[in-house]
């Protein structure tokens, strides 16, 4: 199997296993025990916030571990707002591409009276920082916007929208699951109050994530239940599965530079030989993205199609998002960039990972260049297209 779908996740690094199963095996004491078993657990839980906290330039007690970046952007979103709320502010700036943790939350919030303003994303798959300026109100409680997002792989400009932030007195809360571990961040440089993050987006274990949020910012607990966690997140921590995702992170940061040049790579490979296939268009700008990741829009075919086809030919990649796929919608994020619905459900995201070959590359363009011709060969939208009935777009 040629494996192209690791925005979706990744496998686990064989250090992180190594790291998961002797804990589970050997350190299996609750840290909040006071007996030694108990208490040795607790010293590889703190060992593994000073690990996470030392890769993104944040504090130790600036770290909280949650069970993944869903629950990271939830309980960042919902502490933005009850602070706000307090001063009544109730006004949350995002953007329209974000992923649905992020968006649904959103939604959640305007039930319950906030006003949320989600900016246009151009073209380019790029948010302006102007916009984000000239969209924050006095009454704005919280700027939320992705740093990579995991369909397009557009990175957006974190550290101006940041500044823009702390110039304008208001939180700002990225959530980073697919920058985490794939990009240098500096919480500090960048003036990021609020980051989510997820192991499982950076070869660590699923179901383990973790939620920087500046000093100072009071976090509200989504969970009611023991102290665990200076009391914001409670629950028996997943010990071994903390630990695992900061070795993958250590792991992921110490090969940061060599694992993106080898991707820039591959991926530009990639994306010139999909470019010679007729009626096609890269989503997203070509540069100002993620090392591994490549999203094509290829007119008068079905994506979910060509899903099935690759992976009868051994290629896993994805359509839109896992978290999309089986609805008929066609992916919002494709629609925020302007993409219209016929060529939005012709999409096909492919996300590499580090130990992708060339040879490999070749053989995605192959079979990828392969299943849009024979598609084509029946479909009615196609036939269209070509007896000159609807017009191309692409
Ligand atoms: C995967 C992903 C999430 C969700 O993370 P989970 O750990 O699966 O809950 C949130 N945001 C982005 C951008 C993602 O790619």
Known sequence: MIYADNA??????DAALETFCSLQKEMWGNPSSLYAHGQRAKEVLEQAREEVAA???ADPREIIFTAGGSEADNQAIRSAAALGKKQGKLHILSSAFEHHAVLHTLDQLK???FEVTLLDVHEDGLVRPEEVAAAIRDDTCLVTIMYANNEIGT???????GAICRGKNVLFHTDAVQAVGHLPIDVHAQNIDLLSASAHKFHGPKGVGFLYARKGIRLTSLIAGGAQERGKRAGTENVPGIAAMATALKEANANLSANAAHLVQMRDRLIAGLSKIPHGALNGDAVRRLPGNVNFCF??????SLLLLLDDKGIAA???SACTSGSLDPSHVLLAIGRVHDVAHGSLRLSLGEDVTETEVDEIIAAVTDVVAYLRGFSPIWRDLMTGKKEFIL
């Open 111 to 113: 039930k319950e009276g």
């Open 8 to 13: 979706a996740t990744t496998r686990m690094s």
């Open 299 to 304: 007119e008068g075919i079905e994506g979910e």
């Open 55 to 57: 890769v993104i330039g």
């Open 155 to 161: 990175i957006q400009p974190i550290a101006e929208i």
């Open 318 to 320: 994805s359509s839109g």
